[in-house]
């Protein structure tokens, strides 16, 4: 078929638009039989006993003899990676597990926060517990170490420091230019330098969250614990 007569195809080809709820589907009206909205639903798959197997990847999976064709039902479900700090560049490196790409997996550092990009909301339960003798080395700028003195520290359980103040005081005050905390809702950073004029307030560290911590002096730290 050359490709104006594709073209001529595709234009004589009418689209049916169906809504169900919060739902649109958008389909060829050429096909044999009209689609239903229902048809997205596990639910009715199983009520109607049309589920030959059911299987897993990133989701529930069904597995549907329809006439002389086989059908899934799956919800498709975009994205999903890891992403660690390099202090070296300032940038990210990213890990998405997913075949074919050229990212490598790394090792995850003791002490290092980690960006988590979700696909759906998870209940995370993190299983292990702290070592208060263990150190970690915030690094100041220094060429082929930290391009900017910019740490992506994970803030522990058991710290006492429970603030940006509080870490920066635990840290050494005189070493520490700001601590930083992302805001989810906006892709953003809030930054707290605890210098006298600075308009910005001293926030709650959450466990569980990384900070970006910026020094001006490396310094091993040790967390004060409780």
Request: no cysteine; glycine share 10%; proline share 4%.
């Amino acid at each position: 078929m050359t490709d104006q007569a594709l073209a001529d195809e595709r234009a004589r080809r009418e689209t049916t638009v169906i809504t169900s709820g919060a739902h649109t589907v958008l389909y060829d009206a050429a096909l044999r039989e009209h689609v239903d909205a229902s048809w997205f639903d596990p639910a009715h798959w199983h009520g109607a006993r049309g589920v030959e197997r059911e299987t897993s990847g990133r989701g529930a999976v069904l597995i549907v003899p329809h006439g002389d064709e086989t059908w899934v039902v799956r919800h498709y479900r975009r994205g999903g990676y890891v992403q660690r700090f390099i202090e070296a560049t300032d940038g990210l490196e990213v890990y998405t597990g997913r075949k074919g790409s050229p990212n490598v997996n790394f090792n995850l550092a003791t002490g290092e926060a980690l960006f988590v990009t979700m696909s759906t909301t998870t209940p995370y339960i993190v299983v292990g517990s702290d070592d208060p003798a263990v150190t970690y080395a915030l690094n100041a700028p220094q060429v082929g170490v930290s391009k900017s003195g910019t740490n992506f520290y994970a803030y522990n359980y058991h710290q006492t420091a429970g603030t940006s103040k509080a870490l920066m005081d635990d840290i050494g005050f005189t070493s520490t230019g700001n601590v930083q905390r992302y805001i989810e809702a906006t892709n953003g950073l809030e930054v707290y330098t605890g210098r006298k004029g600075s308009p910005n307030v001293d926030f709650p560290l959450v466990p569980g969250e990384g900070y970006f911590v910026v020094m001006s002096s490396t310094v091993n730290y040790a967390p004060s614990h409780y």
